[in-house]
């Protein structure tokens, strides 16, 4: 079966930094747009950032441009977020997520419908 595991959540000082990790099994997403999403307690999960297209262009949210930085390794099946200077607003499960209905998209898909696999969640918690 296909999945989608998150890892590398855990609780920082604001200013610090954490890499996540998405590993995906079951099927590969070297053509697919993939994205990271966070959930904080009582609010909508909103979308953080993802990859697409054959070059591995990324586009960030407002939120974390400048701060978060998405990459990945084909060769690995994996999907990374690199988390520098995080907030205390940075708090929140963060989901990894993949479109496996799109190939070479040309524009990164940015809500959550269009997204069909999901992973479980790690979470991020930053002190003030």
């Known amino acids: 079966q296909v999945q989608l595991v998150e890892s590398g959540g855990d609780l920082v000082q604001a200013g610090g930094s954490l890499r996540l990790s998405c590993a995906a099994s079951?099927?590969?997403?070297?053509?697919?747009?993939m994205a990271w999403f966070r959930q904080a307690p009582g609010k909508e999960r909103e979308f953080v950032g993802g990859i697409y297209g054959s070059a591995s262009v990324t586009d960030y949210a407002d939120s974390v441009k400048g701060r978060f930085t998405i990459s990945r390794d084909n060769a690995k099946n994996t999907m990374y977020l690199q988390m520098n200077s995080l907030k205390p607003e940075d708090t929140a499960v963060y989901y990894c997520a993949a479109d496996g209905r799109s190939y070479w998209s040309t524009a990164l898909p940015k809500t959550i419908n269009e997204y069909n696999f999901w992973g479980q969640g790690t979470q991020v918690t930053v002190s003030s």
């Open positions: 079951g099927r590969t997403f070297s053509r697919n747009p």
